[in-house]
Nanobody, 121 residues
């Protein structure tokens, strides 16, 4: 079973920065993507950013130019540097990984418990 543990969420003023970290409970193989989603109160969970083992990234339009995702394949970890934070970035941020089994090819996704980010105006 894969467990993902996030850290780094906090209360910060608008314009500030935070760095979120996510580490898997073991070294993972067959990673398709790792990434971050967020869910604000009363809203659906939405994509923030994803990264592939080769370094290809994908960002939500709302965070482009402000957030940077990075990964450490050796540690099966993923990070999210968040700059120029806005009140609308307030949400619980979830780490996720999509794995593909070597033999069956079956894909599975795993989620962390989430880390809260609050941006005050």
């Amino acid at each position: 079973q894969v467990q993902l543990v996030e850290s780094g969420g906090d209360l910060v003023q608008a314009g500030g920065s935070l760095r979120l970290s996510c580490a898997a409970s073991k070294i993972l193989t067959g990673i398709i993507t790792m990434g971050w989603y967020r869910q604000a109160p009363g809203k659906q969970r939405e994509l923030v950013a994803t990264i592939t083992p080769s370094g290809d990234t994908n960002y939500a339009n709302s965070v482009k130019g402000r957030f940077t995702i990075s990964g450490d394949n050796a540690k099966s970890a993923v990070y999210l540097q968040m700059n120029s934070l806005k009140p609308e970035d307030t949400a619980v941020y979830y780490c996720t990984v999509v794995l593909q089994a070597t033999i069956s090819g079956r894909r599975s996704d795993y989620w962390g418990q989430g880390t809260p980010v609050t941006v005050s105006s």
